[in-house]
């Protein structure tokens, strides 16, 4: 496509029920980041995938988080037993290289309730 | 662990006047710096990717240095208007991985 999408845009979720946030990149970018945003915070870096290549997942906060990219496109990311902590925006960003800039979905704004 | 400051975290300009500010990185092992503008409820976007010392870019009223030897860039904005508030977002690259710094948040008084 011609941007990065993600899916829900917005979600609400009771404490202790799992999510699944959608990331679809631009098509052939090999890169791809799942980041948040807590309210008043930075950007939160939360995983890496690089094409074939294992993920670095030394961002995600916890074990509850998970997150995978099947066929080198779509990524989901996984928040099992959500806690309210993990209210936030989750943004992904994929690039087709480092020196290109990264694009960014307009993000998930998860709220747990 | 790529340490980035950027500074000053917050930054008030009145409209009309210049201004710029700082992202510092670690200068061993430099690969590219990205720089990002994030406008309240909207993405990060990308402002410009750098890769050599010495470089200079300029996106209309917004221009970036960066000095990869001493591990640092300035971005400057001219002639600051409403709609340049927003977090400006340093980004360096390290081992084929993007870092970014806390930003600093520009508020442009009328």
Redesign the interface.
């Known amino acids: 496509g011609a941007g990065v999408s993600q899916s829900p845009s917005n979600k609400v979720t009771e404490k202790g029920k799992d999510v699944e946030l959608r990331c679809d990149p631009i098509s052939g970018h090999t890169a791809l980041?799942w980041?948040r945003q807590s309210l008043g915070q930075?950007?939160e870096?939360l995983i890496?995938f690089?094409g074939n290549s294992a993920p670095?997942k030394s961002g995600l906060p916890s074990d509850r988080f998970s997150a995978e990219r099947t066929g080198g496109s779509v990524s989901t990311l996984t928040i099992q037993r959500t806690q309210q902590e993990d209210s936030a925006v989750y943004?992904c960003?994929s690039?087709g290289g480092?020196?290109?800039?990264?694009?960014?979905?307009?993000?998930t704004r998860l709220t747990v309730v | 662990i790529l340490n980035v400051e950027q500074s000053p975290q917050s930054l008030h300009v009145q409209e009309g006047d210049s201004t710029n500010f700082t992202c510092s990185f670690p200068s061993s092992n430099f690969?590219?710096l990205?720089w990002?503008r994030w406008e309240t409820a909207?993405?990060?976007?990308?402002?410009f990717?750098m890769?050599l010392n010495g470089d200079e870019k300029k996106k209309g009223r917004i221009s970036a240095t960066l000095n990869t030897k001493e591990g640092y860039s300035y971005l400057y904005i001219k002639g600051s208007q409403p709609e340049d508030s927003a977090?400006y977002?340093c980004a360096p690259?390290k081992d084929?991985?993007?870092?970014?710094?806390?930003?600093t948040r520009l508020h442009i008084l009328p």
């Open positions: 980041y980041y930075g950007l870096f890496y690089q670095d943004l960003a690039s480092s020196t290109k800039g990264y694009t960014f979905g307009s993000g | 690969y590219a990205h990002y909207k993405s990060p976007e990308a402002l990717v890769t977090t977002l690259i084929d991985k993007i870092i970014f710094g806390k930003g």
